[in-house]
């Protein structure tokens, strides 16, 4: 689905590939990813209960797909400007300042 509104922040890079996005990952975003892959490990134990090694070693790469995506979408939007970028920003050489106002939902 397309964006509506122009974006909030600089972009840094109009269409960005995989690779990009995926070099665009800061210490964060590596930690949320293996804290969710945590999570859902031990979620998975303790509510597996007659199968507790099966309901760990299910939900731990559930947990990785969720959190890998999740840093994915919000690095994307780093990139293209609909998210606050001031390292991005920092490391293109780039001004940071916010282009528009925030409407109601925006971060």
Do not use: H
Not at 24 to 50: E, H, M, Q, R
Request: charged letters at 15%; aromatic letters at 18%; proline letters at 7%.
């Amino acid at each position: 689905m397309p964006f509506v509104n122009s974006p909030r922040f600089p972009t840094i890079n109009a269409a960005p590939s995989f690779g990009a996005v995926v070099a665009n990952y800061s210490f964060f975003d590596c930690t949320y990813v293996l804290a969710t892959t945590a999570f859902c490990a031990v979620s998975g134990f303790i509510a597996g209960k007659p199968l507790r090694r099966q309901g760990m070693t299910f939900m731990a790469p559930v947990g990785l797909v969720v959190g890998f995506f999740s840093a994915y979408r919000i690095s994307e939007y780093k990139l293209l400007g609909y998210w606050p970028n001031a390292r991005e920003c920092a490391s293109a050489d780039i001004e940071f300042k916010e282009l528009r106002k925030g409407r109601f939902f925006e971060p």
